[in-house]
T-cell receptor, first 113, second 112 residues
Framework: DAGVIQSPRHEVTEMGQEVTLRCKPISGHNSLFWYRQTMMRGLELLIYFNNNVPIDDSGMPEDRFSAKMPNASFSTLKIQPSEPRDSAVYFC???????????FGNGTRLTVT | QKEVEQNSGPLSVPEGAIASLNCTYSDRVSQSFFWYRQYSGKSPELIMSIYSNGDKEDGRFTAQLNKASQYVSLLIRDSQPSDSATYLCAPRRSGGSYIPTFGRGTSLIVHP
């Protein structure tokens, strides 16, 4: 089991640029989550997919953020345009079912200058 | 009231002691309860899950759940310096669109 795979591990970009984060969930897991973690705010849920369908995106900060899950094995989180306040560690997680624990990827550390 | 509350710490205990980490939650319909450990610069990893009232033991770890009091705790016996990390509590309701919410976590420091 390869676990949840995220790429890139680190991303440094300039303000105004587009950023795309990628995630491959564990095979067979039906739910996928995108979280953002900062020292100030802890782990914040951005969006939650179940069976590739977005269930709740109320945590997405604003229209600059978008997420897609075109199939069961791939999801993207896009920020366009990026801003310095978007700097954080972004985690993708998946779970087998709706009462099961989450399994996290290694995260993407995003720095926007 | 926050959905999940944990003392941010740091909680400092000597090596070999029992570390007690506490968590309260507001959602009475929560059915699954998870404890995650997060080392600095790493991702959260699941260390314990508990679904029923009472105690559940796994090695040096014991999770305790009291649904009536909306309280879940994690005890770490014979604490080791390698246990130094942030511990996150995460209750979860099954079904529907319930968003799993994490507490801010308790920082544990085990000193030799």
């Amino acid at each position: 089991d390869a676990g949840v795979i995220q790429s890139p591990r680190h991303e440094v970009t300039e303000m105004g640029q587009e950023v795309t984060l990628r995630c491959k969930p564990i095979s067979g897991h039906n739910s996928l989550f995108w979280y953002r973690q900062t020292m100030m705010r802890g782990l914040e849920l951005l969006i939650y997919f179940n069976n590739n369908v977005p269930i709740d995106d109320s945590g997405m900060p604003e229209d600059r953020f978008s997420a897609k899950m075109p199939n069961a094995s791939f999801s993207t989180l896009k920020i366009q345009p990026s801003e310095p306040r978007d700097s954080a560690v972004y985690f993708c997680a998946s779970s087998l079912g709706q009462k099961d624990p989450l399994h996290f990827g290694n995260g993407t550390r995003l720095t926007v200058t | 009231q926050k959905e999940v509350e944990q003392n941010s710490g740091p909680l400092s205990v000597p090596e070999g002691a029992i570390a007690s980490l506490n968590c309260t939650y507001s959602d009475r319909v929560s059915q699954s309860f998870f404890w995650y450990r997060q080392y600095s610069g790493k991702s959260p990893e699941l260390i314990m899950s508990i679904y029923s009232n009472g105690d559940k033991e796994d090695g040096r770890f014991t999770a305790q759940l009291n649904k009536a009091s909306q309280y879940v705790s994690l005890l770490i016996r014979d604490s080791q310096p390698s246990d130094s990390a942030t511990y996150l509590c995460a209750p979860r309701r099954s079904g529907g669109s319930y968003i799993p919410t994490f507490g801010r976590g308790t920082s544990l420091i085990v000193h030799p």
